[in-house]
């Protein structure tokens, strides 16, 4: 079964940065365009940023623009997010996903999704 592994997740303050990576099991992920995505406690999904398979294309959620960045490695077969400046309002499971077409900050259409890495932001 074709699955996605996030990791770098954990606990920071306010102002601090982590870096996640998303990573494929079974496959390759050079082929396809990956999203992430987050869910806070109680809150519906939210669509962060979505990268094309070549890197050349990349989109962002309004309420992380300037902060966050996407980029891909696929000699390494992986994907980031680098988070900057995090505020209490990133909190949340982030999860990684990748559909068989276009990614959409909707989230629909994904196919392949990751068990998410939980982000804390707090003093």
């Known amino acids: 079964q074709l699955q996605l592994v996030e990791s770098g997740g954990g606990l920071v303050q306010p102002g601090g940065s982590l870096r996640l990576s998303c990573a494929p099991s079974?496959?390759?992920?050079?082929?396809?365009?990956v999203g992430w995505f987050r869910q806070a406690p109680g809150q519906a999904r939210e669509g962060v940023s979505c990268?094309?398979?070549?890197?050349?294309?990349?989109n962002y959620a309004e309420s992380v623009k300037g902060r966050f960045t996407i980029s891909r490695d696929n000699t390494k077969n992986t994907v980031y997010l680098q988070m900057n400046n995090l505020k209490p309002d990133d909190d949340g499971v982030y999860y990684c996903?990748?559909?068989?077409?276009?990614?959409?900050?909707?989230?629909?259409?994904?196919?392949?999704w990751g068990k998410g890495t939980l982000d804390t932001v707090s003093s």
């Open positions: 996903a990748a559909p068989e077409g276009k990614c959409r900050l909707s989230g629909s259409d994904m196919d392949y």
């Open positions: 079974g496959f390759t992920l050079t082929d396809y365009y």
């Open positions: 990268i094309s398979n070549t890197g050349g294309k990349m």
